[in-house]
């Protein structure tokens, strides 16, 4: 199977791959990528490296089949053999400098088939001054191997005029699209005309004005934010809601991987546009993209520019009304905080419209209250106000059966929908065509009312919490329904960026106090045991370790931060038989016995009779502890995206708070596997506050 990739993301070619391997029946035992170096819908693009590095490993791990690179002399535009170009050549009236910045422009151009009309806008922004049709086509005219000029096909927003508007105008530019010889030649032009950022700028500005003009230009739409990352003014773009709402998401997408090769930063709506690639978010319309931006905007608190987008956007499918979702890259916050919410349900009091989550904590006690055979729970039931997401009781300690999902009660509006592999799905009707396609970290949804308008409630939840919208089911319906997932493969164009380092998470000792050690979502009230001075040993001579135990305390607790510790009132430290000098009675990290350095405060821990430093001293170790605690256990929106990212960023944290510590063997691999380690943390801590009554 040979998948030519010229012109093609890496999503088109693994869905190119598929619809061979459905036609082939088994399918073909090997596929070959051809062209590589010309992927990518946009001149400048990230694509080539997405594909060599990623489809091969997608389509193996899909598809069971091996994939190569063939007939690409390298994945980076720069190493492709550039051709040959003929002089410039010599156009009556234009001085030679001219013919150069008209070439310039043209180069610059981010599409093969550019607008006659998009190439005289981006000239006159590098020349300052105006250009007319006649001079871009003497231009071509004189240099026919490389430029030419072809009737407009109609999909690039400048339709050829019909017959009865044609003129014989020389100087017009509507009706005709430039192309070069090939994208080779394309990019060879480029590369010896080059335009300065201070060029891309002014093209930006210029583009910008025409875009306003006229917003469906497809080139404006799909190539305006690549020129204004070229020209590092990316933030122009991403700030004005009035251009975000109009052009197209890939655009956008191609513009970061340009503007932030070392990943794109969080808290933002460049990491909005990132994490919406990063769910496998295909739009089937820019109404559809301006409503993700729109519950992006909401979900950040930043109701300004979500009012800005919805205005620019014009009518939208759905529309966040208010929202409790935390977005994918946000900010960290550990147990006991609740992130997602799950098993929502319709629920009433004296007329007002509430959803309820319904959070299943233990089984009902042996003597609970309770009639019928159905197994009986104990609940936490929260409730909100379905059109402003304001709380209004809870959460209140229930005992009773599983709630049911039943449509129409308690009120006539009520209908349940679960997002599965297949979409959106109910429980009586099969699939819900009038429901909004959503990230897969999105999972349940319920209707709740409808307005004056008709326009349909609906409360969605899943793993970031949950939020209302206002559903047009007509719009809805009308737009495509295949599901989004996470794209793991072949992954986003962009990364983000490593994570800033934890407001909240102590970096030195004096940070370190008894106040943040008692917090709830630390080792909670009453913790920390002060060891009187004289209580402590003698061959404890470090001053800061005593002064900590003496003043702060040692934490008594078990599985926060994987530590296991003792009151040191009533089991106080003493000297470790097997280590000399050191000081047993700390407790355990995980299945680690902890040692103190009575002369360094230096912590140990004993690796198969081999002391390995955990911290270069007790403060440092409960800051690791929180950190570990903070990290494995803060709800995640789309955990394996986001897991990946703290991967990467959790060994510099580390470093910040211990450098000594971190390059230290007992550090290595402890958080590796984070999916997995969150997983046995989050069973350990639903042990530790298990309820034992109600």
């Known amino acids: 199977m040979r998948i030519d990739c010229s012109g093609l993301t890496a999503d088109d070619v693994l869905s190119a791959v598929a619809e061979r391997v459905d036609a082939s029946g088994d399918g073909p035992q090997s596929v070959e990528l051809a062209n590589v170096q010309y992927a990518g819908p946009l001149i400048t693009s990230a694509e080539s490296e997405r594909i060599a590095e990623s489809v091969p490993l997608a389509v193996e791990r899909e598809f069971g089949l091996r994939a190569r690179v063939v007939d690409s002399p390298d994945t980076t535009t720069d190493a492709a053999p550039a051709p040959d170009l003929p002089d410039l050549p010599d156009v009556p009236d234009l001085a030679p400098d001219t013919v150069t910045q008209l070439v310039a422009a043209a180069g610059a151009l981010e599409l093969a088939a550019t607008p006659l009309e998009v190439w005289r806008c981006v000239a006159q922004a590098v020349l300052g001054s105006e250009v007319s049709g006649t001079t871009l086509r003497a231009l071509v005219d004189a240099w026919p191997d490389v430029l030419t000029l072809r009737p407009a096909d109609g999909e690039q927003g400048e339709q050829a005029p019909d017959d009865a508007e044609r003129t014989d105008d020389p100087d017009r530019t509507e009706g005709e699209e430039l192309r070069f010889a090939d994208t080779t030649v394309h990019r060879a032009v480029r590369a010896a005309f080059p335009v300065s950022r201070t060029d891309q700028r002014a093209i930006v500005n210029a583009l910008s004005q025409l875009h306003a003009r006229r917003p469906t230009t497809t080139y404006t739409a799909w190539a305006l934010p690549t020129h204004a990352a070229l020209g590092r003014d990316l933030d122009s773009i991403l700030d004005n809601p009035a251009l975000l709402a109009t052009l197209h998401w890939y655009g956008l997408w191609s513009a970061l991987a340009i503007a932030y090769p070392e990943g794109v930063p969080g808290g933002g709506t460049a990491a909005d546009v990132h994490f919406l690639h990063a769910q496998g978010v295909r739009p089937g319309s820019q109404g559809e993209w301006g409503a993700l931006l729109h519950h992006a905007a909401v979900s950040r608190g930043d109701l300004e ?126 699939t819900a065509e009038d429901v909004p396609r959503m990230p897969e970290a999105v999972r349940e949804a319920v209707r709740l009312d409808r307005d004056d308008a008709g326009a349909e409630l609906w409360v969605f939840a899943g793993y970031g919490g949950h939020f209302g919208a206002l559903v047009d089911q007509k719009a809805v319906a009308s737009l495509p329904r295949t599901p989004w997932r996470d794209l793991l493969a072949p992954g986003p164009l962009t990364g983000a960026a490593a994570w800033p380092f934890p407001a909240d998470i102590p970096r030195t000792d004096d940070e370190v106090t008894r106040d943040r050690l008692e917090r709830a979502d630390a080792f909670r009230a009453g913790a920390c045991r002060p060891v009187e001075q004289a209580a402590l040993p003698g061959e404890l001579t470090h001053a800061p370790s005593r002064r900590f135990l003496s003043g702060t305390g040692w934490p008594r607790t078990r599985v926060i931060g994987g530590l296991y510790t003792p009151d040191l009132t009533e089991s106080p430290l003493a000297p470790a038989p097997e280590h000399p000098g050191l000081l047993e009675g700390l407790g355990q990290l995980a299945s680690w016995k902890l040692y103190l350095d009575g002369e360094s405060g230096t912590v140990y821990v004993d690796e198969d009779d081999e002391l390995l430093p955990v911290a270069q001293s007790m403060p440092r170790l409960l800051a690791l502890a929180l950190l570990d605690h903070l990290v494995l256990s803060a709800p995640l929106t789309s955990s394996e995206l986001e897991m990946e990212a703290l991967a990467e960023t959790v060994p510099s944290w580390l470093a910040a708070i211990d450098p000594v510590a971190a390059d230290s063997p007992a550090w290595e691999g402890v958080l590796d596997d984070l999916e997995y380690a969150a997983e046995d943390y989050a069973t350990l801590l639903d042990e530790l506050d298990a309820p034992t009554d109600m």
């Open 305 to 430: 520019q979500a009012e800005a987008l919805a205005e620019a956007a014009g009518p939208l499918p759905w529309r966040t009304l208010w929202s409790h979702w935390r977005l994918p890259g946000g900010p960290l916050v550990p147990y006991p905080a609740q992130g997602g919410v799950r098993e929502i349900r319709a629920s009433e009091e004296s007329g007002r419209r509430l959803v309820a989550e319904w959070r299943e904590i233990a089984p009902a006690p042996a003597d609970a209250d309770g009639a019928g055979d159905e197994p009986r729970q104990v609940y936490e039931r929260r409730r909100w106000d379905a059109w402003s997401g304001q709380s209004t009781d809870g959460p209140d300690r229930i005992i009773g059966t599983w709630p049911q999902l039943t449509e129409r009660q308690p009120f006539a509006e009520v209908a349940y929908a679960a997002n599965r592999k297949r979409g959106w799905r109910q429980p009586s009707r099969g």
